[in-house]
């Protein structure tokens, strides 16, 4: 298990649970698997429903184990809403996404992977990764992908594109909300993703900090501030 969030138990795990999206275990060798109960922490950028997402999965041989993986339509759906919800920020995403898209397959799966952005609120940020691609490739976008939202997206992406590694935080929270903003489908999806779910819910971080029980999660709204401010002191030591 990630060393980010020891402890995983009562509370903790509770607030882990409904503030994010996954949780990383890793080997002591290298290698990882992410291990996902929804898409994004964020729920207004891709929602996530149970029964089609467990019947469009598809397996896998990982280490000799037949292993759950999201099916193709979802795999790409969900690479587009990733790297757009952190303004690929990393090259390897936008990487991930040019090798799905050169399979020939790719072409016949373009009408049901839009049907299904659309089905989960991920229309923008699909249009935005074929945008993307396009600007990079010279690859034609699909006429209902033509957004002119997630087309300046896309170019706001290639400027501000970093030119070395990426920091761990990759851009941080001012960079997902940025992102948020522009990707959500409406002013509800905003205000839900962003205010409610972002702004006034406790975050993971807040979790592992000070485990609140759930009658008093309303106030790490109030109490964040201080939470972020011994973080910090305690990373400076």
């Known amino acids: 298990r990630t060393a980010a969030f020891p402890d995983l138990v009562g509370d903790r795990l509770e607030i882990l649970l409904t503030a994010a999206a996954d949780l990383e ?3 002591s060798g290298g290698g990882g698997v992410d291990l996902h109960w929804r898409w994004h922490r964020n729920p207004s950028l891709m929602r996530f429903d149970v029964a089609s997402s467990w019947g469009n999965a598809a397996q896998v041989e990982l280490g000799g184990q037949k292993v759950t993986v999201p099916g193709a339509t979802d795999q790409l759906v969900y690479l587009a809403s990733h790297g757009a919800r952190h303004l690929w920020r990393r090259l390897r995403w936008l990487d991930d996404l040019r090798w799905l898209l050169a399979d020939p397959a790719a072409a016949t799966m373009m009408p049901a992977a839009l049907a299904r952005a ?3 609120g991920a229309s ?6 074929l945008a993307l691609v396009g600007e990079l490739d010279g690859l034609p976008v699909p006429s209902a992908a033509a957004d002119p939202a997630a087309q300046r997206l896309a170019r706001h992406s290639l400027r501000t594109m970093p030119l070395s590694p990426c920091p761990s935080h990759v851009g941080g929270f001012r960079t997902e909300m ?3 903003w522009h ?8 205000f839900h993703g962003l205010l409610v779910h972002r702004l006034l819910g406790p975050s993971e971080r807040d979790g592992a900090t000070l485990p609140l029980p759930r009658r008093w999660r309303g106030l790490y709204s109030v109490v964040r501030p201080v939470l972020w401010t011994a973080r910090q002191v305690a990373r400076w030591r």
């Open 183 to 190: 990707l959500a489908a409406g002013w509800r999806e905003r």
């Open 118 to 120: 659309s089905e989960l």
């Open 25 to 27: 275990f890793v080997r």
């Open 178 to 180: 940025t992102a948020g």
């Open 124 to 129: 923008r940020s699909l249009a935005c990764a």
